[in-house]
């Protein structure tokens, strides 16, 4: 009798253990395989939007994506469902390596997407020479010491304020204005420092070598150039100056400079740039005005942080540093 009940309880038990299986289904095997997917490389302009797509070669659908590594392109999102990849108009020019990660219950792999944010027709500086023409105050208080220490400025007093702004009623300035010459002194100190990188990499600091290089040569890269005219490199040689980039944020461009003042990396960065016409009433320059405008084309901007000495002693030259607010006006010649 307890062989036959042992056996009915162990019969009732397998019956159950069965019929549990049914009521929660049965355990599948996961056959999914991890998605094969790529980007395709894809060209940008600076302050434009664009999305690029995966394409799938293989696998199974992915549950989710994500960016693993954004190269440095903080301007990119992707959709987590599609791995679509988003670039935002509020970008730099550049190369940029983005890797991005697909999931799902098969496991997971990886792509990258090679995306170039390339330069815009609105802003584009490629191929173009300029020359440094202007560069005018926007801070106030800003007092130029022992500028008569300079070669060739003897004449000046120790103490100069420098005036906010430009000349009141630019371009139409009045030339018996007594107040105009004090407009120009920040402007001639900038156009003296301002040939050191050209004449750094020219090997032309000594004034003997006939140097003054203000030339910037735009490549089609953004790098930098210019062109040699002393004598320690030989006259015509076009040399290595620098790296450039553009950006777009808040609806406007600047281009940034990487320039080097005697191994000492300084960046310029130009917002609010635009290529305009510019009036230029003290042509060809304001040391020798012509009094007969001429209006060019032009890169114009203003330099936030632009740093530059107040105080021309040489016990003094690297402790007055500072960084003012100024506008600038670039040539494009042509």
């Known amino acids: 009798m307890n062989k036959l009940l042992n056996l009915t309880k162990g019969a009732f038990v397998a019956s159950l253990a069965i019929a ?36 799938v070669t293989g696998g199974d659908e992915a549950e989710t994506f994500a960016i693993t590594d954004f190269g440095g392109a903080d301007f990119i999102a992707i959709n987590a469902s599609s791995g679509v990849l988003s670039v935002g108009a509020e970008s730099t020019t550049g190369d940029y390596t983005i890797k991005v990660m697909a999931s799902n219950d098969g496991g997971s792999s990886s792509a990258t997407a090679e995306i170039k944010i390339g330069v815009n027709d609105e802003f584009d500086l490629s191929g173009k020479d300029l020359l440094w023409k202007y560069w005018m105050n926007n801070t106030p208080d800003v007092v130029m010491l022992n500028l008569n220490l300079l070669p060739g400025q003897e004449a000046l007093p120790p103490e100069i304020p420098i005036p906010v702004g430009w000349p009141a009623n630019w371009p139409a300035i009045n030339f018996m204005d007594p107040t105009l010459e004090s407009y120009f002194v920040f402007p001639t100190v900038q156009y003296f420092l301002q040939q050191v990188p050209g004449d750094d990499v020219c090997a032309t600091l000594d004034p003997a070598e006939e140097g003054d290089t203000l030339l910037i040569i735009v490549n089609p890269d953004l790098t930098l150039s210019t062109v040699c005219q002393g004598v320690d490199t030989a006259p015509g040689t076009t040399v290595d100056l620098g790296t450039s980039y553009i950006s777009y944020d808040g609806d406007e461009f600047s281009w940034t400079l990487n320039l080097t003042l005697q191994g000492v990396p300084v960046d310029i960065k130009i917002g609010g740039a635009e290529i305009t016409d510019f009036m230029d009433p003290l042509d060809p320059h304001w040391t020798a005005p012509s009094g007969v405008p001429r ?3 032009a890169i114009v901007g203003t330099v936030e942080q632009y740093m530059t000495p107040t105080d021309f002693h040489p016990d003094n030259y690297l402790t007055s540093l500072q960084l003012l607010k100024v506008d600038v006006v670039l040539e494009i010649l042509e």
């Open 295 to 297: 209006t060019f084309p």
């Open 20 to 55: 549990l299986v049914f009521l929660t289904g049965c355990p599948k095997p996961n056959n999914l395989l991890p998605l094969e997917f790529n980007y395709a490389g894809t060209t940008i302009e600076v302050g434009n939007t664009g999305s690029i797509a995966p394409s």
